[in-house]
């Protein structure tokens, strides 16, 4: 009996897992055809936009790309980090500075960067769980204390970045049409994300995320599991540090608006501010089309102020338009 | 029949806790042998929870050892509890919603094949693993989450109020397989509060009373239950007088007497059809269903959180139809939820629960009127003997405790309706029959009360007749005076004139 019924399942497999990646990613599908449009639209109003084009959008957005990457992390497992842009800040003037005193040690100097940027994510995770202060108190505290740190180590823009990593995020890849920004990005996330989503602690990030008793009482550590969220949103904020260093070719101590953008990006990226669900992926298309967005906006020569008020005002309706969309599918 | 403590399965002793200056724990003890499934009992405040946390490591003990197999564990998490062997399955399914059943698996890391063994002993025939936890039903992530536990094999298997919403078909089963553990080489900890479940699967118990261990009673000879609920409260209770004694109101009902709630033909979602009942003032009308017969939905409705697809309500005489629980509310139609933390603000003070009716409507501007509410919340605090020991903040409270805070809210604005989905799920013997009486105390003073409970023997102790739903439909109505359990089942089951017994009510 149970041998029969295996096998009919088997057979039904392909299509239905198909059918089943369709309707569980069917808002990641709806970002991608969203994404088209705008393009199609930057098209219309600039035709020269092209190879070009692609290629500034994808090194522009890298930085932000990672750091929604790391929010994305750490919104999942139900917390949210506030710091990310002056840690971004800190590591990417750390990298600058040092990049600039000690060109020979350049290597050195990206994995400390990168060192730093776990153990600032591991602080905030550790104060995190032993304060017992909520989340967004500790690490908007957190965003005073590593942007303080940040102009310490270097009070003016300043620094440079190495050559080689310069030109690790510049041009093209293969083709003309990939650039390389994107493929070191696609990397970077498959690399490190993929096999945690794979592992335990995956499993455990989500669980803590979506009912942490019932995952406390399923024998998950939710204080471990806190402070690696938060460690791993270190990593991708000193990732992103280190590429805003190199395409700018400085540091700049004064956090940009990574922070609220990056929650921004999450949140479009149809992770859940509740925790549980959602993944990176959706975050990072998310990021793209917040950028495009203003390229457009600069392209139909709009006021940059109201450019900025525009965007908010898409963010909300298409997340609005999402739930609908969904409220909708639930009555069916 | 000495028992050295090397024979024993799981050993705790000398367990002390206190929070602040409330102690929770003096000197509770539990000795459980292999083969064995022990009761844990306990009154509202006994320590009973309390101690399922400190065996489960979600709470240190002040004082105290733990041992298993004889060598002593210091347990501080569930997860060092798991490796010491203990799992444990509570009311609530510790799965998480927003994974599939097949990760909820791997992170307890669960052999499969015993899983799906143990799911079809409890009668789960097919799963698929594929499908996320949040869109199966309830009954079927408590019967997972039991399997779960059962395929990891551990030596000390507790269950905490586990089978207390069960539907009972599924109750049945569930007690078969943990009957079926008795006798090998792993024990049982089994806590609830239906004496009929304890006595029938249940080796011995150890009952607790205000932080001490009071007894060990062996289960399985005559006249053990009277003998646990003497210790649980230290003093002899008489059984309640069933309500049985006076006349059916309806029976001596005046003809021209209008109903409080005229319900007809009412009907909402997939589950309720057509359901009409007359509910009058002076009475308790008892409803009885199985799980998912549309009474959640019938009690949603009539409480304004949702709307109807069809039917009507009648308040008083007058049609009414309400589009928010305020409107249900103004009109007199109050309504007390099984899950308490639906009702309270629980980090909110006893008081501030108790008066949040009086409170709610924003119109009324300025300050609130102290000198009104305070009298009236002492009263409602009084009368239904509320601890308040803990009042700063509900959440501290006890559940039977919390409970009555949100039947005192009522109380103290004053009933014409009350509407008692489950009030008494989860709360010890002692709170329940305070609940009956203060339901027939306050349907002698003129209140209509519909309630709804999944224990069939409340209804003939707390109703004057009632209406038995299956399938969204009213299919008897009885006098409760005559309804004793089996013949409430039956009902409930529509066994009789031309329904069979539902197979698979837990697989659907």
């Given at each position: ?26 808002w ?27 290629q ?7 930085p ?23 840690m ?36 905030n ?62 990397v970077?996330?498959?690399?490190i994300w993929?096999?945690?989503?794979r ?19 399923s ?32 540091g ?18 149809g ?30 020569r ?31 | ?82 490796r ?16 599939d ?17 143990w ?53 049945e ?56 609920v003497?210790l ?17 109101v ?51 409705v ?35 939820a ?38 009236r ?40 309706t ?50 038995v739903i ?33 197979t ?5």
């Amino acid at each position: 009996m149970t041998t029969l019924g295996e096998t009919v399942q088997m057979r039904g497999r392909p299509a239905e897992a198909a059918l089943s990646w369709v309707r569980s990613s069917g808002w990641i599908l709806g970002l991608l055809v969203f994404l088209a449009l705008l393009f199609v639209f930057t098209l219309f109003i600039q035709p020269t936009y092209g190879v070009r084009g692609i290629q500034g959008l994808a090194i522009s957005v890298l930085p932000l790309a990672l750091a929604a990457v790391g929010q994305a992390i750490v919104v999942i497992s139900g917390g949210i980090d506030l710091s990310i842009g002056s840690m971004m800040a800190l590591t990417s003037v750390v990298a600058a500075r040092f990049m600039a005193e000690q060109p020979d040690l350049s290597l050195v100097v990206v994995l400390a960067v990168l060192l730093l940027g776990l153990l600032l994510g591991l602080i905030n995770g550790v104060l995190v769980v032993t304060t017992r202060v909520p989340d967004i108190v500790v690490t908007l505290a957190m965003l005073f204390v590593w942007s303080g740190f940040a102009l310490v180590v270097l009070p003016t823009p300043g620094g440079s970045a190495a050559p080689w990593l310069r030109d690790l995020f510049r041009g093209e890849f293969l083709n003309e049409w990939i650039p390389r920004a994107l493929v070191a990005l696609l990397v970077v996330v498959g690399v490190i994300w993929l096999p945690i989503r794979r592992s335990r602690l995956g499993l455990s990030l989500y669980a803590v995320g979506s009912n942490s008793l019932a995952a406390y009482r399923s024998g998950v550590s939710i204080r471990q599991t806190k402070v690696l969220a938060y460690t791993l949103t270190g990593l991708f904020a000193a990732l992103a540090g280190l590429t805003l260093t190199a395409s700018t070719g400085i540091g700049t101590p004064v956090p940009g608006p990574y922070t609220l953008l990056s929650v921004a990006a999450v949140v479009l990226g149809g992770v859940s501010l509740a925790g549980g669900r959602g993944g990176v992926l959706g975050p990072i298309i998310g990021v793209i089309i917040l950028s495009q967005l203003r390229t457009i906006m600069t392209f139909m020569r709009l006021d940059p102020n109201l450019a900025v008020v525009a965007q908010g005002a898409i963010l909300i309706g298409v997340v609005m338009a999402g739930s609908l969309m969904a409220l909708r599918r639930m009555r069916q | 029949m000495t028992v050295t403590s090397t024979d024993l399965l799981l050993e705790a002793s000398g367990i002390a806790k206190t929070y602040g200056a409330v102690v929770a724990l003096k000197n509770a003890s539990l000795a459980v042998r292999p083969g064995e499934v022990h009761a844990l009992m306990g009154a509202n405040g006994a320590g009973k929870s309390t101690m399922v946390k400190i065996l489960t490591g979600a709470v240190r003990p002040d004082r105290g050892t733990i041992s298993i197999r004889g060598v002593e564990r210091a347990v501080h998490s569930p997860h060092e509890a798991r490796r010491g062997g203990l799992v444990s399955v509570y009311q609530e399914p510790a799965l998480i919603p927003d994974l599939d059943i097949r990760s909820n698996l791997r992170l307890t890391e669960t052999p499969l094949e015993p899983f799906r063994h143990w799911a079809r002993e409890l009668g789960l025939e097919e799963l698929d693993l594929s499908n996320m936890a949040r869109d199966l039903p309830l009954a079927s992530l408590r019967v997972i989450d039991l399997a779960r536990a059962l395929a990891i094999e551990p030596d000390v298997l507790m269950l905490d109020e586990m089978t207390a919403a069960l539907p009972a078909n599924l109750t049945e089963r569930v007690l078969t397989v943990i009957g079926d553990q008795r006798g090998g080489d792993r024990c049982v900890i089994f806590i609830s509060h239906r004496m009929t479940e304890i006595s029938s699967v249940c080796d011995r118990a150890t009952v607790l009373r205000e932080g001490e261990t009071v007894g060990v009673v062996d289960v399985t000879t005559p006249g053990s239950a009277q003998r646990i609920v003497e210790l649980m409260l230290g003093e002899i209770v008489q059984d309640l007088p069933s309500h049985g004694g006076q006349p059916a109101v309806s029976a001596g009902r005046p003809a021209d007497v209008q109903p409080r709630l005229a319900v007809s033909s009412l009907a909402a979602g997939a589950k309720l059809h057509d359901v009409s009942f007359e509910l009058y003032p002076g009475e308790v009308l008892g409803v009885v269903a199985l799980e998912g017969q549309g009474q959640d939905e019938l009690f949603e409705v009539l409480a304004g959180s949702r709307k109807p697809s069809g039917g009507a309500i009648q308040v008083d005489g007058r049609t009414a139809s309400f589009g928010h629980p305020a409107d249900a509310i103004r009109a007199g139609v109050v309504y007390v939820a099984a899950d308490r933390a639906e009702a309270l603000l629980m980090q909110r003070s006893v008081r501030e629960n108790i008066a949040l009716p009086f409170r709610t409507r924003l119109a009324q501007w300025g300050l609130i009127d102290l000198g009104d509410e305070r009298p009236r919340v002492s009263e409602a605090i009084e009368r239904l003997q509320i601890d308040t020991r803990a009042q700063a903040e509900v959440r501290r409270l006890s559940g039977g405790n919390q409970q009555k805070v949100t039947i005192a809210r009522w109380v103290a604005k004053g009933v014409h309706t009350m509407l008692c989905f489950d009030p008494t799920r989860g709360i010890d013997i002692r709170t329940k029959h305070q609940i009956y009486l203060l339901l027939r105390d306050l349907a002698e003073a003129g209140a209509a009360i519909l309630l709804y409970t999944s224990e069939l023997n409340e209804i003939q102790i707390a109703c004057d007749r009632a209406i038995v739903i299956f399938n969204g439909r009213v299919v008897a109505e009885v006098n409760a005076a005559t309804a004793d359990e089996p013949a409430l089942l039956r009902a409930a089951y529509n066994l009789g004139a031309d329904a069979e017994m539902p197979t698979q009510l837990a697989a659907e």
